[in-house]
């Protein structure tokens, strides 16, 4: 490669990172088995919270955000993965601890890799990205935790998003009856698009659970918002029902009674889209292409450029981001 390569990259200033656009020296890559020539990245909460330099502390300057990314392996000494195959990275730390997606290059460990499935293209991968590995891995939960379809609702918090637009497709594909909470009920036809079978607003669950056991209303739950609406869906979910906690768009903390954890074995299980065995990632990637259909996933994706990421990251964090947005990251 070159020694240098285009990037929307974080530069040190007075008050703060500056996003800047342009050439970064190869040097900023880190070690790792797998050269990729990336295609596609995309825009997640926490690549919002990254470029406006909100709640993480970056060592070295340049740095390259985007924990996402997908293209063309250009030289590997991983025996998995051999030049021109397609890649998908998640996580691992890429764009926080180290250079990510968006970049037209990046450096992996090849045991952090998913091969693009079949019949799929790098960039339908960035219109699913974390979002859609942490809605499957939130299914797959549910199914070790016993929740089958016709076993009662799932809600789906925060619908609108990416990770909740991931969530009801997934879902409702898989056969689960499932109810979406939004503080945008305008996009009432997206979600029922989606395969939402019912659509509520999120003020019925921010406001916290006046009781520590409510009526039982949901068998589970693929949380995006945490908060005050996490407990109110602690204290309303029926017996052994299921929350996936992932996200925390509506607070960090939560307070809540363990009534129903002793009285209704409630489980509580936290989802982590950015690490873990990369065996259950590779399972779930499979299982996203055979659930996700082609209709969904466009009704769901848009796509930008590189130069449109400062101002999508205040829309994200302002909460005015509908579904999945693709990055093109070639100039
Ligand atoms: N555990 C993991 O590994 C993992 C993976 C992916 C994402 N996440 C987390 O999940 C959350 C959602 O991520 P995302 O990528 O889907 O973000 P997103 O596309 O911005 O979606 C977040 C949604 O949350 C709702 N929301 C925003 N602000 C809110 C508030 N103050 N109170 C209540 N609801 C609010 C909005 O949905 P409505 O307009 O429909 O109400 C918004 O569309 C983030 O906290 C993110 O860090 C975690």
Known sequence: MAETFHALYLEKGEAGPKVRIGEVPASVLPDGEVLIRVAYSTINYKDAMMVKGIGYRIKDFPFVPGIDLA??????????????????????GAGEKFAGGYGAYARAKGEWLVAVPEGWTARDTMAVG???????LAAMEFERGGLTPGGGDILVTGASGGLGSMSI??????GYRVVAATGRMGEKAYLEQLGAAEIIPR???????????????WAGCVDAVGGKTLATV???????????????TGGNTFTASLIPFFLRGVRLVGIEGGHG?????????????????????????????????????DEML??????????????
């Open 234 to 248: 602690i204290a309303s979910l029926d017996q052994r029902g299921v929350i996936a906690a992932c996200g925390l």
């Open 169 to 174: 497709a997934m879902l409702s594909a898989l």
């Open 318 to 331: 302002a909460g005015r981001v509908r579904g999945r947005v693709v990055i093109d990251v070639n100039p």
């Open 277 to 313: 065995p990369i065996d259950e990632r590779r399972e779930a990637w499979a299982r996203i292409a055979r659930t996700l259909s082609r209709d969904r996933l466009d009704a769901m994706t848009t796509d930008a450029v590189l130069d449109d990421l400062p101002s999508l990251a």
């Open 71 to 92: 293209g063309t392996v250009e030289q590997s000494s991983c025996p998995d993965f051999k030049p021109g195959d397609q890649v998908v990275l998640n996580g691992y």
């Open 130 to 136: 974390t979002a859609g590995v942490t809605a499957m």
């Open 203 to 217: 003020s019925e669950l921010e406001g916290g659970p006046d009781k520590p056991l409510m009526a039982r209303r």
